[in-house]
């Protein structure tokens, strides 16, 4: 996706597209998209048979974007997202017609097969009558082959040129030259088991290319199918099993022991341990209790609960995760544009070479030998293989990822991943847990119990960790807050609000310095609490300063392993935070962290990703806050912490659902292991058109045998890609 799309409030669509056979029809139908007036950018996935499109909807729309699919020789609609079974029943229908029409081909190519043993063997008693070989020919290249014509003819008419062209020129050349030469009275030297053992290999390896190509989309199945099918709802205290799409927002959810949660929400009675392993990829189960959150899909392991439902549908996580895995697995990455860039011309250059070798080959040895040499270069150079390497490996990449809990937004990041040189990371919620606890509390001339109800009164409507922290300390104590009004949140300084008719403020030494209150001589002791980690909050009421609390937040058990692996790897790790330096420094001294960047206003952390982005390096934020948002959104690449905030979330292009240090790794790790695995196969899907075009060239490559080549490299990178699925993160 451009950085305009993102950035612009467009509308978005995605179409299924039908008749794409080949690279060269995906960049066609990709150009033809992105020259109607008001699209902003448009993908096309050969794997996937998706185009995803940006546009303007006051210049057009969905009807024309079809349209324009049409007139470039394809077919298309508004793609419908289908339950895991009905998937998986639309793609066996596909594999069967695939298998019957290789089926057909395989029993007519048999005697082809035995009649070319008696040609090399010159056995003529093997060879078949010519119109027994015209009769069978036509059956093969007219109905399981009539495929190839069909979609050369609409690719012709579209005014490109692609894999189908190639199939029917090759094919037909045979067949119309051996007709030919039979209502010419011939009774040898006919081609016929060219075309009709070429049309057969070429269906045999879409067939084992599309089983094949099944196994790329397995993990999002996976997540489809983890989906849990009813709900136990109460309703007037009786309870009705409903099916999952029939829940509403605010029903009371009875979950059992070893079911599924059926969709996200609070927990309202009971205690439980949940198996969050499918979102997280964390094997140990999670303590649940009255208030806490639970996530649909995720099976609760022991006690039974009972659970508001807060998001249903399309709006639950895993739905979000489905979505997420599927618009990534449909981007396309930037080492894709070289192989759609060569693919554009590749079917005409082949052309072109192809009359070059029978013009060539006819002046100096014949007709006969020309005609073979032509339909062996025209078969053999397909560009298959090149369309499906890219794709099938961010498809299983991609789902590899959501597995572990890595979740990639678009492909692009993901192949950006691997060349990050910085990672900026955050401190609260992403080094720490983000869970801090009070840890000293120093009113001056005021009661504990009066100072502490003050802070709390302001902060109950804060969302911020300290907020919480402090609301906690007040509830253990019993300590309730009274009405406070006017409350303002500052980011990066503090809050205010006003309490029995004066102004509260609550906040680090910035915003209290603004208030021009003095506090200077309790600098020392607040410093002494500062280097061992803690976090001061100052307290003022109108103009005087009635004391400081101190917070701390414990460090997560795997950040110092994680800067530890990513220094190892050559990795400039910064940590930016808004707090105050003493606590920053102790706690980046804590994980290993040398350069830090402390008392940063969230407005001024985007602006520390573009200075050091200005300075040449490839950045990635690592945050969790609606403060952390800008700086996501500027990085090269922007890592959410799942833990974290929605907000956080839509900024950053890839998040990381386990809430540990560690993904960070793994999501390297990962883009490694696509980038890898897609050069492998442009590798192999390149080195194989240049190598083996010219060996047809020459007249060293039977036509039949080019066509076996040609559908085995498609299967080869396919196949290829699969091993990625070995794929698992591993730490030092």
Avoid at 163 to 182: E, I, K
Avoid at 665 to 673: N, T, V
Wanted: charged fraction near 20%; charge should be negative; hydrophobic fraction near 45%.
């Amino acid at each position: 996706m451009t950085a305009e799309a993102r950035a612009a409030d467009n509308e978005k669509v995605t179409l299924a597209i039908e008749g794409m056979t080949c690279a060269a029809c995906s960049s066609r139908v990709e150009k033809g998209l992105r020259k109607v007036d008001g699209v902003i950018d448009a993908n096309v996935n050969l794997a996937s048979e998706k185009a995803t499109i940006f546009f303007d909807d006051t210049k057009t729309n969905a009807e024309q974007l079809i349209e324009r699919v049409i007139k470039t020789g394809y077919d298309a609609a508004v793609y419908e997202a289908k339950s895991a079974e009905e998937e998986k029943a639309e793609k066996e229908q596909e594999y069967k017609a695939q298998r019957e029409a290789f089926y057909i081909g395989a029993v007519i190519s048999l005697p082809f097969l035995v009649q070319m043993v008696g040609d090399f063997t010159n056995n003529h008693q093997l060879m078949m009558p010519g119109w027994v070989q015209f009769v069978l020919a036509t059956i093969v290249q007219f109905t399981i082959g009539w495929r190839f014509i069909r979609g050369a003819y609409n690719s012709l008419r579209g005014g490109s040129a692609n894999m189908d062209v190639l199939v029917a020129m090759g094919t037909l050349s045979a067949y119309l030259y051996s007709t030919f030469l039979l209502f010419q009275g011939e009774t040898i030297g006919f081609y016929f088991e060219a075309s009709v053992v070429i049309i057969t290999l070429i269906i045999l390896g879409k067939l084992l290319e599309a089983r094949a190509k099944g196994r790329t989309s397995e993990a999002l199945k996976k997540l489809i199918g983890m989906q849990a099918k009813v709900a136990h709802v109460l309703k007037d205290g009786v309870m009705h099993d409903v099916p999952i799409e029939d829940v509403q927002v605010d029903d009371v959810i009875v979950v059992k022991a070893g079911e599924k949660i059926p969709v996200d929400g609070q927990v309202i009675e009971g205690r439980t341990n949940v198996d969050e392993s499918m979102l997280t990829g964390e094997s140990l189960p999670v303590t649940k209790e009255v208030g806490d959150i639970v996530i649909g899909s995720t099976i609760n392991k022991h006690g039974s609960i009972t659970m508001k439902a807060t998001k249903v549908g399309k709006e639950t996580a895993l739905a979000q995760i489905i979505q997420m895995v599927d618009e990534a697995q449909g981007s396309k990455a930037p080492i894709q544009n070289f192989a759609d860039k060569v693919s554009s011309v590749f079917v005409p250059i082949v052309i072109g070479i192809a009359f070059v070798t029978f013009v060539v080959t006819y002046t100096i040895v014949g007709f006969t030998p020309a005609l073979i040499s032509t339909v062996a270069v025209l078969v053999i150079a397909c560009p298959c293989a090149l369309g499906l390497a890219t794709p099938t490996a961010i498809m299983v990449g991609t789902g590899k990822g959501a597995e572990y809990g890595v979740l990639v937004k678009d492909s692009a990041h993901l192949q950006t991943m691997r060349t990050v040189d910085t990672i900026i990371l955050d401190k609260t919620g992403t080094i720490t847990k983000g869970h801090p606890e009070v840890t000293a509390v120093r009113p001056i001339n005021v009661t504990e119990e009066a100072f502490v109800r003050m802070i709390a009164t302001v902060e109950q409507t804060s969302e911020h960790p300290l907020a919480e922290a402090i609301m906690r300390y007040s509830q253990e104590r019993g300590i309730i807050p009274k009405r406070v009004e006017s409350f303002e949140a500052l980011p990066g300084l503090g809050v205010t609000g006003r309490v029995d008719g004066q102004n509260v403020y609550i906040g680090n030494v910035k915003f209290i310095r603004q208030q021009d209150i003095d506090f200077d001589r309790f600098t020392n002791d607040m410093q002494s609490l500062e280097e061992k980690g803690n976090t001061v909050i100052m307290v003022a009421q109108g103009q005087r300063f009635i004391g400081y609390f101190s917070v701390a937040d414990t460090v997560k058990e795997t950040s110092r392993q994680a800067v530890q692996e990513l220094k190892a790897r050559g990795i400039d790790v910064i940590m930016m935070t808004g707090d105050n330096k003493h606590t920053a420094n102790a706690i980046a001294k804590d994980v290993g962290i040398d350069h830090v960047l402390a008392e940063v206003l969230p407005e001024h952390k985007a602006n520390e990703v573009d200075r050091l982005k200005s300075e040449g390096k490839k950045v990635a934020m690592v945050g969790d806050g609606i403060n952390d948002a800008p700086a996501l959104a500027a990085a090269d690449v922007g890592i959410a912490i799942g833990t974290g905030t929605d907000i956080a979330m839509e900024a950053a292009d890839i998040t990381l659902m386990r809430g540990d240090l560690l993904s960070i790794i793994d999501s390297i790790q990962l883009s490694e292991a696509t980038i890898r695995k897609i050069k492998q196969n442009l590798g192999w899907a390149f080195g194989y058109n240049v190598v083996l075009i010219p060996v047809a060239a020459f007249g060293f490559l039977n036509p039949i045998l080019a066509g076996a080549a040609m559908a085995l490299s498609s299967v080869s990178v396919v196949v290829n890609t699969l091993f990625l699925n070995r794929w698992k993160p591993h730490h030092e």
